[in-house]
């Protein structure tokens, strides 16, 4: 009587976590689903691309998951509202369970739009899921071009929107204390001299409400904003801390250097949800893609009863389009700090687009061969490990 496969169920479908369920396959007698609350792949990096366009379906912000998923991987098209590590068991909005033998928790970050500030839920548009950036362009695509746009927030996500938008046609002003806080002096410089060539107004403020048609900054001046796009923040699903796992204060699952939540050595984590030794890498593509595979890399070890290796990876740059026609690209040294070196002007938009290219291209290429993707070997965390919290949030 043959044995039963290993049933293995990935939570989210973005890069980390279909990466991980790709390389799962890479064994026959396993049995792997992933759960994901849209039927479709989303390259969260295009959504501004997304929310800009005229035509949606002039971005390839949306892809089939036949295009980057493993065939034997199921499809489940639901969302999960709680683990049971007791009974290994999942719990689906629709009502249904999915029992498990093993679960990667890969849920990714949302867009984190604060209650602190007054009118912000009610009246901001988040930009970091499909259905977020599809509302903005919807409401855009009834906005004539000349109404005020106020994009909050300076990092990566708004620095890309304000430009996409501005190269559109829109007037678009950019709120935030300061431009790109990530980058080189020399890259910041670069960045917001092509925000003003698109003709991108920045104010160097925080935002203290926001109204139906205006903002109120800190300082207490009033901008007009026809829409105000909110890119201030990320946040991550509370479907960890829900369930009773430990969790960094953002809600993070806390796991060991091997992605290993600290509850349960039967579920591992990958991506931005997931916080090893309560030091959590940056929320990108950048590490989902390595912290995928090495999450189904730790699962696999466990199964054939060898070593589990720590998770590494290298932040080796931040991509940043700057509309269509350019592009910064800070190089980085691995543990995430920046040089001060960067790749700019159309060199740098060709770059990114390389970039967003080839992260699709590698889950394609592990989805045909699992276990064919692979990534160098990121910096010495062990200073890091030595500081943890003792106590993590639960």
């Known amino acids: 009587m043959s044995a039963q496969p290993t049933r293995i169920v990935v939570i989210g479908g973005g890069y980390a976590g279909v990466m991980a369920a790709n390389r799962l396959c890479s064994r026959e007698d396993v049995d792997v689903t992933l759960v994901n609350p849209r039927p479709q792949f989303v390259e969260r990096i295009r959504l501004h691309q997304l929310a800009a ?104 996500t708004g620095i890309e929107a304000a430009a996409e938008f501005a190269e559109a046609g829109r007037s678009v ?3 935030t204390p300061v431009v790109g806080p990530s980058l080189s002096v020399a890259a910041r ?33 009033t901008l007009p904003s026809a829409v105000t796009v909110w890119t201030a923040g990320f946040g991550v699903p509370g479907l960890a801390a829900a369930s009773g796992l430990t969790t960094d204060a953002l809600g993070r699952l806390i796991t060991d250097e091997t992605l ?16 090893p030794s309560g030091h959590p890498y940056r929320m990108s593509c950048q590490a989902g893609l390595p912290l995928g595979a090495q999450a189904a890399g730790t699962v696999l070890a466990r199964m054939a009863g060898t070593a589990v290796a720590d998770a590494t990876v290298p932040m080796s ?24 070196l960067y790749i700019g002007g159309r060199t ?46 639960r």
């Open 53 to 156: 366009a005229d035509d949606p379906g002039s971005t390839v912000a949306v892809q089939d998951f036949g295009t980057v998923l493993n065939a034997r991987v199921r499809l489940v098209v639901d969302s999960a509202d709680r683990i049971d590590a007791a009974t290994r068991r999942l719990a689906l909005s629709s009502g249904a369970t999915l029992d498990y033998d093993y679960l990667v928790y890969a849920v990714g970050s949302t867009g984190d739009v604060p209650a602190s500030v007054p009118g912000a839920a009610e009246f901001a548009y988040p930009l970091s899921e499909l259905e977020q950036a599809t509302r903005l362009r919807e409401r855009l695509a009834d906005l004539a071009a000349p109404a005020p746009l106020v994009v909050v927030g300076g990092g990566l």
């Open 317 to 340: 740059g931040q991509c940043i389009s700057l509309g269509r026609g350019a592009g910064t690209v800070q190089i980085q040294h691995k543990d995430d700090t920046p040089r001060n």
């Open 348 to 393: 740098g938009a060709f770059v990114k687009e390389q970039v967003c290219r080839f992260t699709v291209k590698w889950l394609a290429a592990e989805a045909r061969k699992p276990g064919s993707y692979r990534s160098l070997k990121g910096p010495d965390r062990s200073d890091l490990i030595a500081t943890s919290p003792e106590v993590p949030v």
């Open 173 to 175: 002003t950019l709120v």
């Open 189 to 221: 410089r670069s960045v917001t001299k092509r925000l003003r060539t698109l003709g991108v107004t920045t104010v160097a403020a925080g935002v203290r409400t926001v109204g139906p048609d205006h903002v109120v900054l800190d300082d207490g001046r």
């Open 260 to 275: 290993t939540s600290v509850d349960d050595d039967r579920i591992v984590a990958a991506g931005d949800a997931a916080a």
